[in-house]
């Protein structure tokens, strides 16, 4: 048994050394041999504080003493003290740290103190550590509150850049393609015709690169809301062909669409987004296949009780990707090299903004490419079922008193435009479309044509000179004789909440430059009201 204590002891890792009454040393475990290079069978017998002169201090001989008499334990932290038990190492001195545990024990009626070192060092160099830790996480959480604070202020004024940016451009963006399409139903030669189509697809490719920018703007700034429309899905997918039917034959290509049965039909999600996913990738299969087929395949991979998983695989055979150029393909404004550009334009924008908006709309997308084979596109898209959908076709089968082709619409329309291309443009096709019109350039001259006139609908720009659109119209709605005219905001303001921001500040609807005739028709046949023809 006395030997099964001594290994015991031997083989803690602390120290451990026992004290008579005397303050002789009993016990010298070989943890303090290592610690202090004294050897035990060279100190048993001796009084410590002979060894270690500074347990003869107030501070420690009274606890050895009451611990003799009174039986009391204490605790001496070395966080305060330093060390007890002094290393043989010189260098260990300058920096060890220990605690020490004072016992008293009682043995055949004699009386004996346990005194335990234990070695903190490192856990007081771990606290050390994590004091400076502390310190510089509250100097990293300040710089990244500053950084944070700028990175606000910059991303405000981004925005505000991109929001004047896009304003500015589409501004004369609008007149050029309203004039364009106003040359193009005029008489033309073969070869004026010619030039007035590629300035008019010039114009179009401007236009595609603005939006590519706003949409990468919208998404990183998560103002990018999703819309959640019935829609039916071969419609959409078949449309998206059939756009690009057109330059698939100019390159000799055959194109082919497969929607795999058994597949839900009717959806309600984002068709727009949809389509821009689909067109992106089609036009991209397009324009680096010179032969050969591209194609789309549909498939339904999961069902749902209310909700369904799509799968969208794009092939071509086109040049390919290289193996060294795939990991970048998503990324934003990376080409292959620089004769992509040259070879086959585009900004490098799309693919990105494709990544992006499949991410956004809870998918997923990835590819295969070989070169001199081609590559397939693959995506998938989660949509809901539209399970209403059969009844709003039974509802449409009757006949929608709309679309009788004996009812026209007339009335009263102010065009309100600072600039003279735009109200050119629009009112070129309202003369076209047979409705009266009058125009002004400011709004103080709108208020007072809207006090000697009756007008049914107003088309009002918002920032001219002196007065804003939403000036005016809030002149308007103070006024019960003029509260009721609809005011339709035709503005360049064209970023994220501009539409809900113009409808909050009293306008009724609002159209976006640049825009096409079809869609300022279709607005103004919305606000006029019908007439019979005699």
Not at 361 to 384: A, E, K
Not at 448 to 466: R, S
Request: with cysteine.
């Amino acid at each position: 048994m006395n030997n099964l204590l001594s290994q015991l002891i031997n083989q803690v890792n602390v120290g451990v050394l026992v004290l008579d009454m005397n303050y002789r040393i009993v016990i010298w475990n070989e943890w303090l041999e290592k610690l202090t290079k004294h050897q035990a069978e060279d100190v048993i017998g001796e009084k410590l504080i002979d060894l270690y002169p500074r347990f003869q201090e107030a501070t420690f001989r009274p606890i050895f003493e009451k611990a003799f008499e009174a039986g009391q334990n204490r605790f001496f932290s070395g966080a305060f003290h330093g060390h007890f038990i002094e290393p043989s190492d010189e260098i260990a001195k300058k920096f060890a740290k220990q605690n020490m545990l004072v016992q008293p024990l009682e043995v055949d009626k004699e009386k004996y103190i346990a005194i335990q070192i234990f070695d903190m060092t490192r856990q007081q160099h771990r606290v050390d550590e994590l004091r400076v830790l502390i310190r510089e996480l509250k100097i990293a959480k300040e710089e990244l509150e500053v950084s944070k604070e700028m990175a606000v202020v910059a991303n405000k004024a981004k925005s505000e850049f991109l929001a004047n940016m896009s304003h500015e451009i589409r501004t004369p963006m609008n007149a050029i393609m309203g004039f364009i399409d106003l040359t193009l139903q005029t008489d033309l030669d073969e070869e004026q015709q010619s030039y007035q189509e590629m300035v008019k697809e010039a114009a179009q490719a401007l236009m595609s690169l603005l939006e590519e920018i706003l949409d990468i703007s919208k998404i990183e700034s998560g103002l990018f809301p999703l819309e959640h429309k019935p829609f039916q899905l071969s419609n959409v997918v078949k449309k998206a062909m059939d756009l690009m039917s057109l330059k698939t034959k100019e390159k000799g290509l055959s194109q082919r669409l497969l929607i795999m049965p058994p597949i839900y039909e009717h959806l309600i999600g984002d068709t727009k987004r949809l389509s821009q996913i689909l067109l992106n990738i089609l036009s991209n299969a397009v324009k680096f296949t010179h032969k050969g087929e591209v194609s789309l395949l549909v498939e339904q991979i999961e069902e749902y009780e209310d909700k369904v998983l799509l799968l969208f695989s794009i092939r071509d055979t086109g040049i390919g990707i290289e193996p060294k150029n795939q990991p970048w393909i998503f990324e934003k404004f990376y080409q292959v090299d620089g004769s992509m550009n040259r070879s086959f334009g585009g900004s490098g924008l799309g693919l990105a903004i494709v990544k992006q908006l499949v991410d956004t709309m809870g998918g997923r997308i990835w590819f295969q490419s070989t070169v001199g084979q081609g590559t397939v596109f693959y995506f998938n898209l989660p949509f809901y079922k539209d399970k209403e959908a059969k009844e709003r076709e039974d509802a449409k089968k009757g006949k929608d008193p709309s679309r009788d082709d004996k009812k026209t619409r007339a009335g009263k329309i102010l065009l309100v435009d600072d600039d003279s291309f735009n109200r050119k443009i629009v009112g070129a096709w309202m003369r076209k479309w047979n409705f009266d019109y009058e125009e002004c350039s400011s709004g103080k001259e709108a208020l007072a044509l809207i006090h000697k006139k009756t007008f049914d609908l107003i088309l009002m720009d918002e920032q001219m000179p002196g007065m804003r659109g939403t000036d005016v119209v809030r002149q308007l709605r103070k006024n019960p004789q003029w509260a009721s005219i609809p005011v339709v905001a035709m503005t360049a303001n064209a970023m994220k909440g501009d539409r809900e921001r113009f409808l909050a500040m009293g306008m009724d609807d609002y159209l976006s430059k640049p825009f096409e005739s079809a869609c300022l028709l279709r607005l103004l046949q919305k606000w006029i009201p019908k007439r019979i023809e005699a």
